[in-house]
């Protein structure tokens, strides 16, 4: 992730092995599997992003497109989450960053597209939260890249 003139990795993500990412995004390519989603999460926030090779590459190359998942009740580390909205033009291969929020994704796998929704509890201090739909992405079947809808 880039943010400003530094950039930062994640090293229990994509960041932490780029090479087994590009052999992965190269045997993904070589395969010419159509549109890989890679479903995933333990960051405590909401992520939709295409995985790039580097941060800042055109994510319209993307092999494959990335569904995180946030925590239903860790919270994100309020310090942290300045710079990742601060860092997010500067990172076009993230659709959607969403770190102050807590829940789930919900995924509908059909033969057309993946439908995930953002499914968001409204607190997660006490009993008796509500949740809702906060965000919802597809990914076309035969098509890269998540679109929020």
Same mark, same amino acid.
């Given at each position: 992730?880039?943010?400003?003139d ?9 960041? %932490? ?38 941060? %800042? ?68 201090d ?17 098509k890269? %890249?998540?679109?929020?809808?």
């Amino acid at each position: 992730m880039r943010h400003n003139d530094a950039l930062y990795r994640y090293l229990q993500s994509w960041d %932490g092995d780029p090479a087994e990412r590009n052999r992965i995004l190269d045997q993904i390519t070589a395969a010419r599997v159509p549109n890989p989603v890679a479903l995933s999460g333990d960051i405590h926030s909401y992520m939709i992003s295409s995985v790039v090779r580097n941060g %800042g590459d055109d994510p319209r190359s993307a092999p494959m497109t990335e569904l995180v998942g946030t925590s239903i009740s860790a919270q994100w580390p309020e310090p942290l989450d300045k710079p990742m909205v601060q860092g997010l033009p500067l990172n076009p291969h993230v659709i959607c960053y969403e770190g102050q929020q807590r829940g789930y994704m919900r995924c509908t796998l059909t033969r057309d597209s993946l439908l995930t929704d953002l499914r968001t509890i409204d607190f997660t201090d006490k009993p008796g939260g509500t949740v809702r739909t906060s965000k919802r992405f597809v990914v076309e079947n035969g098509k890269t %890249g998540a679109q929020e809808i």
